[in-house]
């Protein structure tokens, strides 16, 4: 019945925004889910408007564009309208509870933060190596220019 108040979930044409409100739930509610142990196992929870209904999770969420998915800004608190977005994937992979930050410079980032913002034009993976595999110093790792290949 609640699938035909808001109207995305009709004749089995399920919308990204109804399949993340009914996976949102079941991360926090479902035992059985083999990822609860990361959301509800974990104390995170779901408010009690977006509980309450799908349609509420819609008016503060709207559609989620293409190539995003469901995010909490803090992975420390529950999903509400104040603590959620739709970000796409490599902001979702610079948004993990496991993430190293590294500063620079009196700022604070993820390796793929500053690969993304350092003018040397490097790979997440290559400044990644610079400072945890080879142990360059900050400066030298986030300044020396790659080696041209061509």
Known sequence: MAATKHGQ????????????WVNMKQRCYNPNRPDYRYYGGRGVTVCDRWQESYANFYDDMGDCPDGHTLDKIDNSKGYSPENCRWADRWLQSN??????????RGKKQTIGQWARELPINISTKNLYKRVFTRGWELERAFTQPCRSTG
């Open 95 to 104: 948004n993990r509870d496991y993430n190293v930050l590294v500063e620079y």
């Open 9 to 20: 979930a009709n004749e089995g044409k399920k919308t990204r925004a109804y399949v993340s």
